[in-house]
T-cell receptor
Framework: DAKTTQPPSMDCAEGRAANLPCNHS???????VYWYRQIHSQGPQYIIH???NNETNEMASLIITEDRKSSTLILPHATLRDTAVYYC?????????FGAGTTVTVRA | EPEVTQTPSHQVTQMGQEVILRCVPI?????FYWYRQILGQKVEFLVS????????KSEIFDDQFSVERPDGSNFTLKIRSTKLEDSAMYFC?????????????FGDGTRLSIL
């Protein structure tokens, strides 16, 4: 799996959009970009994934650049319950390789 | 929404004892996984399982570990002779397919404490 790079931490204001960046400059053509989050010590929660096109679901939107070297996860209206560690994973295998992720703190 | 359930939520065991961690995957999923997370560290892949066989395992998954699907609903991880360094959160996951377009869905884990 390609290596991904995320900022170690970021803050955002409650009610505002949270934009979480991820760099994956060595991603190969068959690797999907996955986003998971982990709230406290709970299990990782699947958020969204995509290959080339932008994706949206009830939780978030995923914007992938045309060259696929980076992506952004957008939480449209962050709430306090979105405070978590967010993991960006480039995956072409059946295992997930988690990094350190971005610790997102949503502040009131 | 269907979910992966794990029991127990917390297991305390003496070093050298055997422990079995249990998981009920999402009902129509056929691919199962175990991961672990030592306190303060990354989530690490242990093993994947399909059709009653191990598909892939990491170097962590040595001879003290085994997995089994004893019936149509449960998926278990057995640690034969526990060591202090086995203390961790153990997460079970399942997916509808093995290919990388199939998301894995995780349970909330079992906290294993070895004394």
């Amino acid at each position: 799996d390609a290596k991904t790079t995320q900022p170690p931490s970021m803050d955002c204001a409650e009610g505002r959009a949270a934009n979480l960046p991820c760099n994956h400059s060595t991603i190969s053509g068959n690797e999907y970009v996955y986003w998971y989050r982990q709230i406290h010590s709970q299990g990782p929660q699947y958020i969204i994934h995509g290959l080339k096109n932008n994706e949206t679901n009830e939780m978030a939107s995923l914007i992938i650049t045309e060259d696929r070297k980076s992506s952004t996860l957008i939480l449209p209206h962050a709430t306090l319950r979105d405070t978590a560690v967010y993991y960006c994973i480039a995956r072409n295998d059946y295992k997930l390789s988690f990094g350190a992720g971005t610790t997102v703190t949503v502040r009131a | 929404e269907p979910e992966v359930t794990q029991t127990p939520s917390h297991q305390v065991t003496q070093m050298g004892q055997e422990v079995i961690l249990r998981c009920v995957p999402i009902s129509n999923h056929l691919y199962f996984y175990w991961y672990r997370q030592i306190l303060g560290q990354k989530v690490e892949f242990l093993v994947s399982f399909y059709n009653n066989e191990i598909s892939e395992k990491s170097e962590i998954f040595d001879d003290q570990f085994s997995v089994e699907r004893p019936d149509g609903s449960n998926f278990t991880l057995k640690i034969r002779s526990t060591k202090l360094e086995d203390s961790a959160m153990y997460f079970c996951a399942s997916s509808g397919g093995l290919d990388s377009n199939q998301p894995q869905h995780f349970g909330d884990g079992t906290r294993l404490s070895i004394l």
